[in-house]
Every structure is written in C-alpha cells, then in structure tokens.
C-alpha cells in the first residue's frame, strides 16, 4: 500500500514538473527569457584604463565611438585597437590609423566601423577589444584585453 502511494505521488508531481519545465523551455526557445536582454549596458578594460564614454550605431554597418583614459601613471604609445563582434565569424576591424601618443591621465577617443557586423537597432550586441601599446620610456608591447556590451543606437 506503501509503495502504491509513493509511486502515485511521483507520477503526479513528476508531470506537473515536466510540464513546467517544457513550458520554460519553450520560453527560452522563443526568446522571452533571454537573460542577456535584460543585462546592463557596461564597458570594461583591462586595469590602467578606464572607459569614459560609449556609443554603438548603426543599421548595417558597426560604429563603435569610444572614449578611455590612460590611467598607468606613465605616457604610453597605442600602437594599435582591434575590434571584433563576439559571436560573429571574421568581424574585425583595425581602428587605428597611425601609433598615437596618450600621456598620463590624458583621455583618446577614436570611431571604428566594422562593415557589414550590426545585429539590428535596438539589439545587443558584445564587442571585444584588443589594444597594444607599449611604454614611452620601454620597449616591449603589451596587449590588453577589453569588452563593451551595449545596444546598437541608430
């Protein structure tokens, strides 16, 4: 009798169970909870240097406007920014034209189009960035790693 019970109990709660997790599924399927739609907007780099300002546009093609401030306590030349879309395949673009110079404290900005990258205005969209520089005073490169995830603005 024990056992009949028992198992009456398993078969109830474990459909209900099933259901619930089918109906979450198809949720996710159909993108209603898609967790990356409700992250905040954000833009870390590697630390030295800090991230001011941020603005992804575009319809088909990808402009990232950024402004970072050099803050490792010595001028360094930028040697060059290279920006991909995470989640796409051969999506990058070079972004600096010719090494700058950025001194201590000083703040760059630079715009940088990658052809043909935009998800669609309104989107999220996970951009990496890799910048190399070395120190004036030095003489080896260094590479640091950021990221930038925001929506794309028209």
Known sequence: MRGQAATEFIMTYGWAILAVMVSIGALAYFGVLNPSEYLPERCMMTS???????????????????????KLGQSIRVESVNISVQGTIESESGCLPSPTVLKNDDISS???????????????????????????QGTYNHTINGEIQTKVQS
């Open 48 to 70: 030295g240097f800090n991230c001011k300002e941020f603005a992804v546009r575009g319809a088909d093609d990808l402009t990232l406007q950024l402004r970072f401030e050099n």
């Open 110 to 136: 630079f715009d940088c189009t990658i052809d043909g990258a935009s998800p669609g205005i309104g989107k999220k969209v996970k951009l990496n960035i890799q910048m190399k520089y070395s120190p004036l």
